[in-house]
């Protein structure tokens, strides 16, 4: 990138901030309208309540002001990078989210989006791209190396299912095909996904996990979820606690997440 498309980048991100909201609804529409298969990778309770709607969005935007120092963001897009590997992310996605982030630069801009705009932007957005490709490369094979490990989703089967109170019920797993699961480190947490048949799509959402570290089995507790305001339930917690019984099974992803005890002062 040149300082010309620096200069531009940084010019027009309080633009497109203004635009905010827009942009990201524009953003997901498209995409999704192009992509209906990526509506079973995304939360779409989160597309209902607009909650973290924006985040993807805005991280980019987050980026570029920061484009001629993004050494400062590495922290947060290891978090992030964390997410989206257990979410099972892969390098082939992000061209298909950069084609639609610069599309709907494009159209919701309009005439104030000229041709250096658009070019400045796919090179910022290819940048940033890359360095979390490269970021969750690290992490998928950390995953592959450990003992028990695996990237992807990978079949469990509910071995127990124990009501711990009105709100919350725990579930015991452990992998079908009968193999080591990865020690996980306390604190960290696995998606689980199911297929929902009411949407017709698989959902994916996150537990911390609750059991002992140990190579067999997993233990997640999770809480019903509800808006009392608004009468809705939570789509994946109540499916788990209503729908999901002894010997059914569930996919997850390996245990992930840097925000974990440290082993000696989780001792004292
Ligand atoms: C790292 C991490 C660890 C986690 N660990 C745990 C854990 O150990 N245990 C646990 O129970 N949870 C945990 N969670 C939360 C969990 O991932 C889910 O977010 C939670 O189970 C709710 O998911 P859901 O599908 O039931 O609700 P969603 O369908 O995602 O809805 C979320 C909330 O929005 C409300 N809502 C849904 N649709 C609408 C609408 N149209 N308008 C207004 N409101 C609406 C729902 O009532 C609900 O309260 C964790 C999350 C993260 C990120
Ligand atoms: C440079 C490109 C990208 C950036 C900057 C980015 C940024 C983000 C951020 C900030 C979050 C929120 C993390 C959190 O707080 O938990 C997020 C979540 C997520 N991202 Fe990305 N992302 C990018 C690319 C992608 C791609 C290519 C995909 C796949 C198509 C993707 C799918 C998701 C999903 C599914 C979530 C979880 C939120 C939800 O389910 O709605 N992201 N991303």
Redesign the pocket.
């Known amino acids: 990138m040149n300082n010309s498309q620096r200069e531009i980048i940084t010019a027009t991100v309080p633009i497109l901030r203004e635009h905010g909201v827009a942009l990201t609804t524009h953003f997901y529409k498209r995409m999704f309208s192009h992509h209906p298969d990526l509506k079973n990778i995304f ?1 779409m ?2 597309q ?2 607009g909650k973290q709607q924006q985040a993807l969005a805005m991280a980019v935007l987050a980026y570029a002001e920061h484009i001629a120092n993004p050494g400062v963001l590495l922290p947060e897009l290891h978090r992030i990078g964390h997410k989206h590997v257990s979410l099972e992310i892969r390098p082939e996605h992000y061209p298909i989210v950069g084609n639609h982030l610069i599309a709907s630069i494009k159209e919701v801009l309009g005439e104030a989006a000229s041709l250096e705009i658009l070019e400045a932007w796919e090179i910022a957005y290819n940048q940033l791209a890359d360095l979390m490709m490269g970021i969750e490369a690290g992490i998928y094979k950390d995953q592959t190396n450990k003992k028990g490990g695996w990237t992807g989703w990978r079949p469990f089967r509910v071995k127990e299912k124990v009501k711990e109170s009105d709100e919350i019920t725990s579930f015991y797993l452990y992998p079908c095909d009968g193999e080591n699961v990865i020690s996980h480190i306390p604190g960290q ?1 696995i998606s689980l996904r199911v297929f929902l048949p009411d949407l017709g799509l698989n959902q994916a ?4 996990v ?1 059991s002992v570290p140990n190579e067999h089995y997993y233990r ?4 019903k ?3 009392p305001n ?1 009468n ?7 499916f788990l606690h209503d729908h999901i019984q002894t010997g059914d099974l569930v996919d997850l992803t390996a245990p992930i ?1 840097n925000f974990t005890l440290e082993p000696k002062k989780a001792c004292r």
């Open positions: 939360n309770g989160n209902k309540t947490f959402r996150q537990y911390s609750s997640i507790s999770v809480k979820e509800f808006n608004l809705i339930n939570g789509m994946i917690s109540n997440g």
